[in-house]
Nanobody, 124 residues
Framework: VQLQAFGGGSVQAGDSLRLSCADFGRSFSSYGMGWFRQTPGKEREFVAAITWNGESTSYANSVKGRFTISRDNAKSTGYLQMNSLEPEDTALYYC??????????????????WGQGTLVTVSS
């Protein structure tokens, strides 16, 4: 698994962004996928996760109803659609892969592979 996240940018509050996470190692369909985010001085926090087959998802309460996680195994790519963005969503966003037995886990230590972060900045 070789993950690369992209799609970050600077937007206004209320705007939308879609992050993508591509797996260049081509074993993407065997793993659950998650998105985490981190701001300076804070722990990396869970945002959303999806099982290897896309049948189950989970979300942090702070993004539920605004963010949607999805995946396209044929393209070895996962997505995080972020709507109604708020300044509090400003962070470095990371995608990660976990072995399939963990399901759509929110636990950071379950994730074995991490991509580099992509920065999302939301201004008011």
């Amino acid at each position: 698994v070789q993950l690369q996240a992209f799609g970050g940018g600077s937007v206004q509050a209320g705007d939308s962004l879609r992050l993508s996470c591509a797996d260049f190692g081509r074993s993407f369909s065997s793993y659950g996928m998650g998105w985490f985010r981190q701001t300076p001085g804070k722990e990396r926090e869970f945002v959303a996760a999806i099982t290897w087959n896309g049948e189950s998802t989970s979300y942090a309460n702070s993004v539920k109803g605004r963010f949607t996680i999805s995946r396209d195994n044929a393209k070895s790519t996962g997505y995080l659609q972020m709507n109604s963005l708020e300044p509090e969503d400003t962070a470095l966003y990371y995608c990660a892969a976990a072995v399939s037995r963990w399901g759509s886990t929110s636990i950071r230590r379950h994730y074995s592979y991490w991509g580099q972060g992509t920065l999302v900045t939301v201004s008011s």
